[in-house]
């Protein structure tokens, strides 16, 4: 199976996570009114100063108090996705391609969660069908895409997801390799 874990966090993937994976997080946000820095950190395997220089590298949105909301954490694991297979500054213009300013959600194409939402799916999905080939994953990607999506803003997102997703089975792909490798027993 290609996933492991939830992608962008720590967590373990389970079949919650397969049609609508922020919905595995949303709960822990709604009942503690957004994630602490540390609580942010443990859910991603990332340092607390990694996250805060996303943040003032502008690629996050500012939180509001010490809490990071829903806008946050989603955008955190989206580049989180990618980091391993992806510069961080060329992460940060595939992020503007699809959706603009950071802090401005009116010229979004997709809402990020969405976004992340749509993602895990087709990786699901892409896995239950052992497609693999660039034209699979294509051809998936279209098939999930409704209708809303037209002309210009569709092209738009099929080529980010296209990216997301190369990018995401190659990050898995690496850290399968790093493992084998740590197991190898070297003569010195």
Same mark, same amino acid.
């Given at each position: 199976?290609? +996933?492991?874990?939830?992608p962008?966090?720590?967590?373990?993937?389970?079949?919650?996570?397969?049609?609508?994976?922020?919905?595995?997080?949303?709960?822990? +946000?709604?009942?503690?009114?957004?994630?602490?820095?540390?609580?942010?950190?443990?859910?991603?395997g990332?340092?607390?100063?990694?996250?805060? /220089?996303?943040?003032?590298?502008?690629? &996050? &949105?500012?939180?509001?108090?010490?809490?990071?909301?829903?806008?946050?954490? &989603?955008r955190?694991?989206?580049? /989180?996705? +990618?980091?391993?297979? $992806?510069?961080?500054?060329?992460?940060?213009?595939l992020?503007?391609?699809?959706?603009?300013?950071?802090?401005?959600?009116?010229?979004? $194409?997709? =809402?990020?969660?969405?976004?992340?939402?749509l993602?895990?799916?087709?990786?699901?999905?892409?896995?239950?069908?052992?497609? =693999?080939?660039?034209?699979?994953?294509?051809?998936? $990607?279209? /098939?999930?895409l409704?209708?809303?999506?037209?002309?210009? /803003?569709?092209?738009? +997102?099929?080529?980010?997801?296209?990216?997301?997703?190369?990018?995401y089975?190659?990050?898995?792909?690496?850290?399968?390799?790093e493992?084998?490798?740590?197991?190898?027993e070297f003569?010195?």
């Amino acid at each position: 199976m290609m +996933l492991d874990k939830l992608p962008g966090t720590a967590l373990d993937f389970d079949e919650r996570g397969a049609s609508n994976a922020f919905s595995v997080i949303q709960p822990i +946000l709604d009942a503690t009114g957004g994630l602490t820095l540390s609580q942010l950190a443990t859910l991603t395997g990332l340092e607390g100063s990694t996250i805060q /220089n996303w943040i003032k590298r502008g690629w &996050v &949105v500012p939180t509001t108090g010490k809490k990071y909301g829903e806008r946050q954490v &989603v955008r955190i694991l989206l580049i /989180n996705i +990618l980091r391993g297979t $992806i510069k961080l500054e060329d992460i940060a213009r595939l992020m503007q391609y699809i959706n603009g300013e950071v802090a401005d959600l009116s010229d979004d $194409i997709l =809402h990020d969660t969405e976004l992340y939402n749509l993602m895990c799916q087709l990786l699901t999905e892409m896995s239950l069908k052992n497609l =693999h080939s660039r034209d699979e994953i294509e051809e998936e $990607i279209e /098939n999930r895409l409704d209708a809303s999506f037209e002309g210009e /803003n569709r092209r738009r +997102l099929k080529r980010v997801l296209l990216i997301m997703i190369l990018g995401y089975r190659a990050s898995y792909y690496r850290r399968m390799a790093e493992a084998e490798f740590s197991e190898l027993e070297f003569e010195c």
